[in-house]
Nanobody, 125 residues
Framework: QVPLVESGGGLVQTGGSLRLSCAAS????????VGWFRQPPGKERAFVGR???????YYADSVMGRFTISRDNAKNTVYLQINSLKQEDTAVYYC???????????????????WGQGTQVTVSS
């Protein structure tokens, strides 16, 4: 198992920044990739980005340039830095672990075996 706990969400004004954390345990950090997803109110869960066990990031086109994913394997923690927040960023943000090496389908929730509980990000005007 790879238990995951997200933190760092909150209420932020438009244009502000947040850093979300995803603390993992149960496996060596380099053995799994971590994806970030978000689910706005009333909408489906959507892919945000992914970082490999070695730290190589991949991003959805919709967030590229504002979102940065990084990981500190010594702390077994993955981060999602969000800059220039927009109201459209309001959502519950989830991190998820994928223990299967893959080059395709990494943007699908079904490609991830373990999920955190989510953290709420609310952007106000």
């Amino acid at each position: 198992q790879v238990p995951l706990v997200e933190s760092g969400g909150g209420l932020v004004q438009t244009g502000g920044s947040l850093r979300l954390s995803c603390a993992a345990s149960g496996r060596p950090a380099s053995m799994y990739a971590v994806g970030w997803f978000r689910q706005p109110p009333g909408k489906e869960r959507a892919f945000v980005g992914r970082i490999s066990g070695r730290g190589n990031p991949y991003y959805a086109d919709s967030v590229m340039g504002r979102f940065t994913i990084s990981r500190d394997n010594a702390k077994n923690t993955v981060y999602l830095q969000i800059n220039s927040l927009k109201q459209e960023d309001t959502a519950v943000y989830y991190c998820a672990a994928d223990l299967i090496p893959r080059a395709t389908d990494y943007d699908l929730p079904t490609s991830y075996q373990y999920w955190g509980q989510g953290t709420q990000v609310t952007v106000s005007s």
